[in-house]
Each structure stands twice: as structure tokens, then as C-alpha cells.
């Protein structure tokens, strides 16, 4: 199961992440469904659940960070130092000016949403990758005419459902949608649409592009592996990148939404595939998968559990960031939609990136595995070999042995011959 691991947030030193996660799981299911009442008089919504949970998330992260504390093992005294130095940090902003501090919060949003994205997308296709190469390896040892026809429906249904969920999808968002911001920097207009249009493209692009590379090094490279896996890689790659674009054309300067993409049925389906992928991210950074992101040099610095807690404050910020960017305008554009668009032009290289490693080291992988199948043929023959060695061996000294009896029999014989004449 790949949230098998959240077992663990039941033990009693990962409860405090287990209160923040579900805190966060309520704050995502109120503002997805924009759910809203009162309670002796106050109004409880996303935003005022997020408020106090982006504090303690900031908090913590900046214990776990500039404390090098251990965020399962916290005491009184390092929450302390972690709320003054909190406190001073907001201090510096405020002397700053509230222009600096709005600029500031900005940037660290769109860090944050930088980061989200980065973050789950490698945790989420790294699964997928290696689902699938698990998957291709029990159709792999199957019957020959079996094994055939199942890895190639894994490959090109994949890549098919992938390429037509990215035409259905980018038909429907950029076909009946239609967005006027324009982003100004400097003496430079840039049509943001124009730049929402070419995603689809691209993912198609690479699509074709990786199932190309793929198809290439299997004809051309020498004894290179078929990448069956890469049709489920390719398959939830699609279903992400269409996420990201529904959820673009659901918020920002965006008329017209199609009535398919606006309706309750699609923001249930997102919450569900937006809640898998943070789980199993979860899951995978209390498991032992974390090494994937923790090998990475921009986060020595910090230890697991201050991964897990930038992981929830990025996920607070990035469902945060609705509100708080939404009458925000950076050249002349809405930020929330330009936070859109980041999002997209963030997912492709990731995409490009994990699905060429992928390619790689499945390759390597397989010629590893030939090469230990190779020697264990080698060992078995030798092993035979040795077998039959020792059975021959066994047989000629059988046959000695018979005569060398059959020898003495003759003796025997002869001498008793000798003796009557005697």
C-alpha cells in the first residue's frame, strides 16, 4: 500500500504530526467545498482554520531549521527560542515597511507553492514508477505469448488514456475558457492565455517525446530494456497535469469555466486526488522512501521531520494562497492566476526530468538483472557440470571397485586351486 506507512502517525511520538495533518485534511476539505458556519457568533472557514495552523507550521519550521531540533522530541524551552525568533523575524518585516513585508510574503507564498509541487510530484511519480516496474516484472515472468501482450497493453494504453485525458481536458478548460490578463514587465506585454494554451501541448509533446526515447533505446540500444512501466508513468503524469489545469481554470481571472470543469462531481475528484497525493507524500517522508528527496543538497540542512513540516506549511500556504492572493496583482496580473501558471510550467520539467531518469535507470536495472541471471545460469551450468564431474568420478570408482573385487574373487579362486593340488 503506498500509505501504508501513515500506521506510524499513531505512535505516540508522531502525534504531533498526526493533529497537524488532520488540522490540515479539515482547512483543505472546508476551502475545497468552501464550507462555512457560525459558532456562538464566529465564523468558522478555511481561512480562519488555516490562519492559526500557518503560525504553528511557520513556528516549528523554523525550530526545525535555525535550531536543528528534533521536532518529535520539542520541550518547553526550544518552543520557546522558536517562538522569539519567530517573533523577531516578524519584528525585521515590520520595520521593514508594509510594502517590503507584502513583497516578502509574496515571494515566500510562491516559494511555497514552488515547493509543494516539487515536492509531491517527485514523491507521487517516484511511486509510480516503481509500482510499475513491479508491476511490469510479474507480467515479465509470465508465459512468452502472455507476458508479451500484457507489457505492451500497460505501454501503449498508458500512453494512449494519457494523451486523450490531456486533449479532453485541455479542449474543454482552453476551448470554452477564456483568460484577458496580460503580464507586463518592464516595456514587455506577455498574453497570459497564451501561455495557459501551449501546456497541453507540451504534455503531449513530451508524451510523445518520452514514448519516442523510450521506443529508440529499446531498437537501437544494445540489450536495453522495454520500458512497459513508462505507459502507468505517462497515464498518472496526465491525470496530474490535468489536475493542475482544472484546478487553473477554476480560480483567477477566468470567464466562461465549461459547466463540466464547474461542477461538484469535479471538485469531489480533485479533493480525492489532492488528498492521496499529500497522504502518500506524508507516508512516504515517516516511511523509508524519504532518502529520495532528503539526498538532495537544499535540504541537508534540515532533518525529516522538518521536511514533514515544510511539506504541511507549503500545503497550508498553497491552499492559503487563495485567499491571500486573490486581490493580490503583480504586472498588472492577477498573482493567484500567475501562481497557476507557475504551477503548470513547474509540473512539465519535473515531468520530463523523472520520466528520462526513469528510462535510465530501468535500463541499467535490467541489465543488471540479465547480467545476474547470465551468472546464475553461469553457476548452475558449473554446478551441473560439477555434479556430472562427481558422478562420473563416482561411477569409475564404482567400477574399480567391482574390479578390483572381481580381481580378488580370481585370486581367491586360484589360490584355493592351489591349495587342493597341494
Same mark, same amino acid.
Given at each position: 500500500?503506498?500509505?501504508?506507512?501513515?500506521?506510524?502517525?499513531?505512535?505516540?511520538?508522531?502525534?504531533?504530526?498526526?493533529?497537524?495533518?488532520?488540522?490540515?485534511?479539515?482547512?483543505?476539505?472546508?476551502?475545497?467545498?468552501?464550507?462555512?458556519?457560525?459558532?456562538?457568533?464566529?465564523?468558522?472557514?478555511?481561512?480562519?482554520?488555516?490562519?492559526?495552523?500557518?503560525?504553528?507550521?511557520?513556528?516549528?519550521?523554523?525550530?526545525? &531549521? &535555525?535550531?536543528?531540533?528534533?521536532?518529535?522530541?520539542?520541550? %518547553?524551552?526550544?518552543?520557546?527560542?522558536?517562538?522569539?525568533?519567530?517573533?523577531?523575524?516578524?519584528?525585521?518585516?515590520?520595520?521593514?515597511?508594509?510594502?517590503?513585508?507584502?513583497?516578502?510574503?509574496?515571494?515566500?507564498?510562491?516559494?511555497?507553492?514552488?515547493?509543494?509541487?516539487?515536492?509531491?510530484?517527485?514523491?507521487?511519480?517516484?511511486?509510480? $514508477?516503481?509500482?510499475?516496474?513491479?508491476?511490469?516484472?510479474?507480467? +515479465?515472468?509470465?508465459?512468452?505469448?502472455?507476458? &508479451?501482450?500484457? %507489457?505492451?497493453?500497460?505501454?501503449?494504453?498508458?500512453?494512449?488514456?494519457?494523451?486523450?485525458?490531456?486533449?479532453?481536458?485541455?479542449?474543454?478548460?482552453? #476551448?470554452?475558457?477564456?483568460?484577458?490578463?496580460?503580464? %507586463?514587465?518592464?516595456?514587455?506585454?506577455?498574453?497570459?492565455?497564451?501561455?495557459?494554451?501551449?501546456?497541453?501541448?507540451?504534455?503531449? #509533446?513530451?508524451?510523445?517525446?518520452?514514448?519516442?526515447?523510450?521506443?529508440?533505446?529499446?531498437?537501437?540500444?544494445?540489450?536495453?530494456?522495454?520500458?512497459?512501466?513508462?505507459?502507468?508513468?505517462?497515464?498518472?503524469?496526465?491525470? $496530474?497535469?490535468?489536475?493542475?489545469?482544472?484546478?487553473?481554470?477554476?480560480?483567477?481571472?477566468?470567464?466562461?469555466?465549461?459547466?463540466?470543469?464547474?461542477?461538484?462531481?469535479?471538485?469531489?475528484?480533485?479533493?480525492?486526488?489532492?488528498? &492521496?497525493?499529500?497522504?502518500?507524500?506524508?507516508?512516504?517522508?515517516?516511511?523509508?522512501?524519504?532518502?529520495?528527496?532528503?539526498?538532495? !543538497?537544499?535540504?541537508?540542512?534540515?532533518?525529516?521531520?522538518?521536511?514533514?513540516?515544510?511539506?504541511?506549511?507549503?500545503?497550508?500556504?498553497?491552499?492559503?494562497?487563495? $485567499? +491571500?492572493?486573490?486581490?493580490?496583482?503583480?504586472?498588472?496580473?492577477?498573482?493567484?492566476?500567475?501562481?497557476?501558471?507557475?504551477?503548470?510550467?513547474?509540473?512539465?520539467?519535473?515531468?520530463?526530468?523523472?520520466?528520462?531518469?526513469?528510462?535510465?535507470?530501468?535500463?541499467?536495472?535490467?541489465?543488471?538483472?540479465?547480467?545476474? !541471471?547470465?551468472?546464475?545460469?553461469?553457476?548452475?551450468?558449473?554446478?551441473?557440470?560439477?555434479?556430472?564431474?562427481?558422478?562420473?568420478?563416482?561411477?569409475?570408482?564404482?567400477?574399480?571397485?567391482?574390479?578390483?573385487?572381481?580381481?580378488?574373487?580370481?585370486?581367491? !579362486?586360484?589360490?584355493?586351486?592351489?591349495?587342493?593340488?597341494?
Amino acid at each position: 500500500m503506498p500509505i501504508s506507512d501513515l500506521k506510524k502517525l499513531a505512535e505516540k511520538e508522531n502525534r504531533k504530526f498526526l493533529v497537524l495533518i488532520l488540522w490540515l485534511i479539515v482547512g483543505v476539505t472546508f476551502v475545497t467545498f468552501n464550507i462555512e458556519f457560525q459558532i456562538f457568533g464566529l465564523v468558522l472557514n478555511g481561512f480562519v482554520l488555516f490562519m492559526p495552523l500557518l503560525i504553528i507550521c511557520i513556528v516549528l519550521f523554523l525550530i526545525a &531549521f &535555525f535550531l536543528q531540533a528534533d521536532i518529535k522530541e520539542l520541550n %518547553r524551552a526550544t518552543i520557546g527560542k522558536g517562538v522569539v525568533l519567530t517573533f523577531i523575524f516578524a519584528l525585521i518585516f515590520w520595520f521593514l515597511g508594509t510594502e517590503i513585508f507584502e513583497i516578502i510574503g509574496l515571494v515566500s507564498f510562491i516559494v511555497s507553492f514552488i515547493s509543494y509541487i516539487f515536492i509531491t510530484s517527485i514523491f507521487s511519480m517516484y511511486y509510480i $514508477y516503481t509500482y510499475g516496474i513491479k508491476l511490469d516484472e510479474k507480467f +515479465y515472468k509470465m508465459p512468452a505469448p502472455l507476458a &508479451f501482450v500484457a %507489457r505492451w497493453f500497460i505501454f501503449l494504453a498508458g500512453i494512449v488514456i494519457g494523451l486523450g485525458i490531456i486533449i479532453f481536458i485541455g479542449q474543454i478548460s482552453i #476551448g470554452q475558457s477564456h483568460i484577458t490578463a496580460i503580464l %507586463r514587465i518592464g516595456g514587455y506585454e506577455f498574453k497570459v492565455h497564451d501561455f495557459v494554451s501551449l501546456v497541453p501541448t507540451i504534455i503531449i #509533446g513530451t508524451i510523445i517525446g518520452l514514448t519516442a526515447i523510450s521506443l529508440l533505446a529499446l531498437i537501437f540500444g544494445d540489450n536495453h530494456a522495454f520500458n512497459a512501466w513508462l505507459g502507468l508513468f505517462i497515464l498518472f503524469s496526465s491525470i $496530474y497535469g490535468a489536475v493542475l489545469m482544472v484546478n487553473a481554470f477554476l480560480g483567477g481571472q477566468v470567464a466562461n469555466v465549461s459547466p463540466l470543469l464547474d461542477n461538484p462531481i469535479t471538485y469531489v475528484i480533485l479533493f480525492i486526488f489532492d488528498l &492521496f497525493v499529500i497522504l502518500y507524500t506524508i507516508s512516504a517522508l515517516i516511511g523509508s522512501k524519504a532518502e529520495v528527496i532528503l539526498d538532495l !543538497k537544499i535540504f541537508k540542512p534540515i532533518k525529516p521531520d522538518g521536511i514533514l513540516i515544510f511539506l504541511i506549511l507549503c500545503k497550508v500556504a498553497y491552499t492559503f494562497g487563495g $485567499y +491571500y492572493l486573490a486581490d493580490s496583482v503583480f504586472g498588472g496580473t492577477n498573482a493567484d492566476l500567475l501562481k497557476n501558471v507557475l504551477v503548470f510550467w513547474l509540473f512539465i520539467p519535473l515531468m520530463i526530468i523523472m520520466g528520462l531518469v526513469g528510462i535510465l535507470q530501468y535500463g541499467k536495472i535490467k541489465r543488471e538483472r540479465k547480467t545476474e !541471471k547470465y551468472f546464475k545460469k553461469k553457476q548452475k551450468r558449473e554446478q551441473k557440470d560439477k555434479e556430472k564431474r562427481a558422478k562420473e568420478q563416482e561411477k569409475d570408482r564404482q567400477q574399480r571397485i567391482k574390479e578390483r573385487e572381481k580381481e580378488e574373487r580370481i585370486k581367491e !579362486k586360484e589360490e584355493k586351486k592351489r591349495k587342493k593340488k597341494e
